[in-house]
């Protein structure tokens, strides 16, 4: 009788890494801080903690953890500690850590002499990015390229102009005190929530529980995008 072949446990799926995106401030306290102090766990919890709280929280763990700083469990590596430094010897470690990181993006595209819609098609077709989030991850990978002292196209440091949005063609613009506003109508049994003369929205009338969850979301989602705004 032959023996039965030994069963191997199903091999886990490396997980791909996205490149970080979000905003420059992040990583900018991320540097600082960790040159106040050794950590030998650095998670989302310390991150909530220090640097960002709520949505931007998880982006900056993934981000640190592409460039090879931590481990999938919040373990500080070998990189992490070696960019606790101040002057030269920080920019000499960062540079090779996004030398590393970004290794794919360097071997195809000339970064002293590219476009910025170049790197975000980049970051779309290779890391399946939306354009906003592509436009967001140029901005970190250049702030890192600058604070690295690695050459990079001038181009690529002029601010990329944001889409003109429309309104949608059952909206009507209407010109009050200078403001444009939206007029539209409450749909039954909702109440307006207004803040100035650009956020709008209508809740359930009576139910605390649902106006309070739908009001953390969207203070999340503002403070994503006023950020956004601040770098």
């Known amino acids: 009788m032959e023996a039965s072949e030994a ?39 310390r991150i909530e903690l220090n640097i960002i709280k709520g949505s931007g929280a998880p982006p900056l763990f993934t981000g640190i953890r592409f460039l090879g700083l931590v481990e999938d469990n919040g373990k ?8 606790r430094r101040t002057g030269d010897e920080f920019k000499q470690n960062l540079k090779k850590v996004v030398e590393e990181a970004y290794a794919d993006l360097f ?3 000339v970064i002293d002499k590219a476009k910025p819609e170049t790197l975000i098609n980049y970051f779309m077709e290779r890391h399946q ?7 967001l991850a140029l901005k ?11 050459p990079i196209s001038p181009e690529l440091t002029t601010p990329i102009p944001k889409p003109k949005t ?31 003369n650009e956020i709008i929205i ?20 503002i403070d994503m995008y006023v950020e956004e705004e601040e770098t």
């Open 7 to 45: 069963k191997t446990p199903e091999t886990k799926k490396e997980e791909t890494l996205q490149p970080p995106y979000g905003n420059v401030s992040w990583y900018t306290s991320f540097f600082e801080l960790i040159r106040t102090r050794q950590f030998d766990i650095f998670d989302k919890e």
């Open 76 to 83: 500080t590596t070998e990189k992490f500690e070696s960019l």
């Open 107 to 109: 071997a195809k595209i």
């Open 129 to 135: 990015y939306s354009e906003t989030t592509a436009k």
């Open 140 to 150: 970190i990978f250049v702030y890192l390229c600058q604070e690295a002292g690695i």
């Open 166 to 196: 429309e309104g949608k063609p059952s909206e009507k613009n209407v010109t009050e005190k200078g403001r444009k506003q939206i007029q539209h109508g409450i749909p039954e049994g909702m109440h307006e929530s207004r803040w100035g």
């Open 202 to 221: 209508c809740l359930k009338k009576g139910d605390r529980a649902t106006r309070e969850k739908l009001a953390t979301t969207a203070r999340k989602l």
